[in-house]
T-cell receptor, first 113, second 119 residues
Framework: NAGVTQTPKFRVLKTGQSMTLLCAQD?????MYWYRQDPGMGLRLIHY???????AKGEVPDGYNVSRLKKQNFLLGLESAAPSQTSVYFC????????????FGPGTRLTVL | AQKVTQAQTEISVVEKEDVTLDCVYE???????LFWYKQPPSGELVFLIR??????QNEISGRYSWNFQKSTSSFNFTITASQVVDSAVYFC????????????????FGTGTQLKVEL
């Protein structure tokens, strides 16, 4: 049972480049989340999904897109990266309604030059 | 609105000292959950504890203990006899009944407390 995994662990992009971050969970969880962590700001919710085929915006969705084609995977896309998107990105999953605990992946450190 | 305040940005202690990390929260919900997560230098977020708003019993797990007081909206975390391996950033978080637009409950994090335990 790997839990929540994220690919890649590190990435450096140039401004304007695109990339996709992959989150996978093997716990059959319904809900999945993408957060970004910036110094002094805690974690902020970017997008989330309450089930396969559904996605919704969180607090800071601008500049990101997501897809949840399979229950176990939640992809975060940056179409045109900007330096302001330099951050550590965390994916989390949660079993579903009735239990609030979210389990986090190891994070992806992204630098946009 | 939900808010979590961790006023202590950084705490330094010497090994074997006891240390308390403060967490104060705000919510209009009557039913909610409180959490603590640990982020060691390796960067991952590790779930430590969840407490629901109807359970004000203190909890102890080894050297860790948590004190939940609804009267002061606080959920403090104490490490007894701290060790170097306790060095990490600790986040307090709150999940209320407020439903996100697309479903699910919003989890609000504090800004974290950096704990440094030195020999």
């Amino acid at each position: 049972n790997a839990g929540v995994t994220q690919t890649p662990k590190f990435r450096v992009l140039k401004t304007g480049q695109s990339m996709t971050l992959l989150c996978a969970q093997d716990m059959n969880h319904e809900y999945m989340y993408w957060y970004r962590q910036d110094p002094g700001m805690g974690l902020r919710l970017i997008h989330y999904s309450v089930g396969e085929g559904t996605t919704a915006k969180g607090e800071v969705p601008d500049g990101y897109n997501v897809s949840r084609l399979k229950k176990q995977n939640f992809l975060l896309g940056l179409e045109s990266a900007a330096p302001s998107q330099t951050s550590v990105y965390f994916c989390a999953s949660r079993p579903g309604p009735g239990t609030d605990t979210q389990y986090f992946g190891p994070g992806t450190r992204l630098t946009v030059l | 609105a939900q808010k979590v305040t961790q006023a202590q940005t950084e705490i330094s202690v010497v090994e074997k000292e006891d240390v308390t990390l403060d967490c104060v929260y705000e919510t209009r919900d009557t039913t909610y959950y409180l959490f603590w997560y640990k982020q060691p230098p390796s960067g991952e977020l590790v779930f430590l504890i969840r407490r629901n708003s109807f359970d004000e019993q203190n909890e102890i797990s080894g050297r860790y203990s948590w004190n939940f007081q609804k009267s002061t909206s606080s959920f403090n975390f104490t490490i007894t006899a701290s060790q170097v391996v306790d060095s990490a950033v600790y986040f307090c978080a709150l999940s209320g009944r407020r439903i996100l637009t697309g479903g699910g409950n919003k989890l609000t994090f504090g800004t974290g407390t950096q704990l440094k335990v030195e020999l």
